[in-house]
């Protein structure tokens, strides 16, 4: 697949036509169009979400993860990436494989009460490997 072909792509996909009618005019087979728009998010969805989406991008303002909604931005700190709480919350409990913990916070503790190994993750100050442990030891 070469620039021109790209660009087409980009262009016939603004205009709302789908992987197969796309792959007919430039010559390629649906999968590669499919494939290219997959890395592509922008250009990932229904004809209505795609040209939308297309247009959002070209005003520059950014566009919410979950409900591809413009917002405006704040003028400091880091790019927001949505536009509500309730947006985040949704995205992440639909997306939990990209959420990274890191591995230095991880910590691995011996329980106080039955001696077992246990990870702990972003406490190192954990002294029960259970709430069952925790309430054997304080009051019996």
């Not at 792509?9 to 430039?26: A, D, H, P």
């Not at 909604?69 to 509500?84: A, D, L, M, N, V």
């Not at 503790?109 to 077992?116: D, F, N, T, V």
């Amino acid at each position: 697949m070469d620039d021109f072909q790209r660009k087409q792509i980009r262009k016939l996909r603004s205009e709302g036509l789908g992987y197969q009618s796309i792959g007919k005019i430039v010559g390629l087979s649906r999968d590669s169009v499919r494939n290219y728009c997959k890395r592509n998010p922008e250009l990932l969805g229904y004809r209505n979400a795609v040209t939308k989406m297309m247009k959002d991008q070209a005003s520059g303002l950014p566009c919410c993860l979950h409900c591809k909604e413009t917002f405006i931005p704040k003028g400091t700190g880091r790019p927001k990436k949505f536009c509500s709480d309730a947006c985040r919350r949704y995205w992440w409990q639909d997306h939990p494989e990209l959420h990274q913990k890191q591995n230095t916070a991880y910590y691995e503790l011996a329980c106080q009460h039955c001696g077992k190994s246990f990870l702990s993750y972003g406490n190192a100050k954990r002294k029960f490997c259970s709430h069952a442990c925790y309430i054997q030891s304080r009051f019996y």
